[in-house]
């Protein structure tokens, strides 16, 4: 409780004033303009995996469990980030070099690629992984507080669209520069010991980092295919509702955070069954009350937050609004496969719901628009509860799902 505590109210701050970024830049930018930042985004958010793919997840574990070796774990996680950085800016190049994007859209995607830039610096990990999260939620906090601000004052209208990127990289350099101030004591150890381990680490990110690729293929490629198929209006009003679930799973992401160094911790099966009962428990029931309300109520929340113009998007967050229900539960059963090192199991997961998604959203788009992309958002999100759900009744040694059920 004391990591959700500290960890969840600066999240919440930083969520609430990002969310009110997001407000201001759909009312000011128009459903276009709003299309355009969202499609963008959502290529980016592809290209900044491979500069950090699952070595976060890595590094909360291994600093977790042998937080004596976390300086060595620091300095190999933040080498072997530098050393994806090329590769991922020569594929972000070639994207925009290849691509027929209009103008304006060229234009704000190689303003939003200078974030790549900055993804070996964070230290978000080391943090987590030694149980100081309010530091974590102060640097968001932070960067959210001055996004929120220039956005306001700089953007008034479509014509700012390319200063939006602009300045959500100046924001978030300012808010890693105060890393080193929450430093108790050195965490670099750049010797041949930790060069040795740089090839092990990212040999373990290749399995984590598949699986956060896939995750992202079936909870953004709806998106960037909207962004190919459909005007940039409809676009405009999907991103919409992704923005809206986005914050309302803000909440489980929160508790698996918090909840992560424990679950890493759990050596033996009789700790494992203890620490998911717990967390299941946490997890699933505000999942089924907001799967519920939200569907319930998607066009009210559509119209306060970001007006009238965007009602289109409601039914497509009606059934978005059930796929987080969903997220909940998944987290609950899939995600401490991670913390325990089955992490082929949890590829298999959700390389499953990828699949899904991709192969319905190529199917569903053409046909129904937006909401035949929500729709494959929740399929593919069933596929890996139900797939996890298997999972953990398999392993009786290790969770207490199947005793329960007996």
């Not at 999240?11 to 930018?29: D, H």
């Not at 050393?83 to 691509?99: D, K, Q, R």
């Not at 788009?365 to 909401?371: K, N, Y």
Request: aromatic fraction near 8%; include cysteine.
């Amino acid at each position: 409780m004391k990591n959700v505590i500290s960890l969840g109210s600066g999240e919440f701050i930083a969520k609430v004033l990002g969310f009110a970024t997001t407000i201001y830049l759909g009312r000011m930018l128009g459903s276009a303009g709003f299309g355009i930042i969202g499609f963008t985004t959502a290529v980016l958010a592809y290209l900044t995996l491979l500069v950090n793919p699952g070595l976060d997840t890595i590094g909360i574990r291994s600093i977790a469990a042998e937080p004596e070796r976390a300086p060595r774990t620091v300095s190999a996680i933040l080498t072997a980030r530098t050393i994806l950085l090329l590769p991922a800016a020569l594929l972000f190049l070639i994207i925009l070099l290849l691509s027929s994007f209009p103008a304006e859209v060229r234009s704000v995607y190689l303003a939003f690629g200078l974030l790549l830039l900055l993804q070996p610096l964070t230290l978000d990990f080391y943090f987590v992984g030694t149980e100081r999260m309010g530091i974590v939620a102060a640097r968001k906090s932070v960067q959210a507080a001055l996004y929120l601000a220039a956005i306001v004052l700089l953007v008034s209208g479509p014509s700012d669209l390319v200063i939006v990127p602009l300045v959500l990289v100046l924001a978030s350099l300012l808010s890693l520069v105060l890393q080193p101030v929450f430093l108790r004591e050195p965490i670099l150890r750049f010797d041949r010991a930790t060069f040795q381990a740089v090839p092990d680490v990212l040999r373990a990110a290749l399995l984590v980092g598949s699986s956060q690729l896939l995750i992202l293929l079936y909870l953004q490629i709806d998106l960037v295919m909207c962004g190919y198929l459909l005007p940039a209006e409809q676009v405009g009003f999907y991103t919409a509702a992704q923005r809206i679930i986005a914050a309302v799973t803000l909440l489980p992401l929160i508790l698996l955070q918090a909840w992560m160094p424990e679950l890493s911790r759990a050596s033996d099966a009789q700790q494992r069954r203890d620490v998911l009962r717990r967390f299941a428990r946490v997890m699933i029931v505000p999942g089924i009350v907001i799967a519920a309300g939200g569907a319930f109520f998607a066009p009210t929340v559509l119209s306060i937050v970001f007006g009238n113009s965007y009602l289109d998007g409601s039914t497509a967050l009606r059934i978005l609004f059930l796929s987080a229900g969903f997220v909940f539960v998944n987290m609950a059963l899939a995600n401490p496969l991670l913390a325990w090192k089955r992490d082929r199991e949890y590829l298999f997961i959700v390389l499953s719901g990828a699949v899904l998604n991709l192969a319905l959203n190529a199917m569903l788009i053409p046909m129904a628009g937006i909401a035949g992309a929500a729709w494959a958002t929740a399929a593919a999100e069933a596929l890996v509860l139900l797939l996890a759900l298997r999972t953990q009744l398999r392993h009786p040694r290790e969770t207490s799902l199947r005793q329960t059920e007996e």
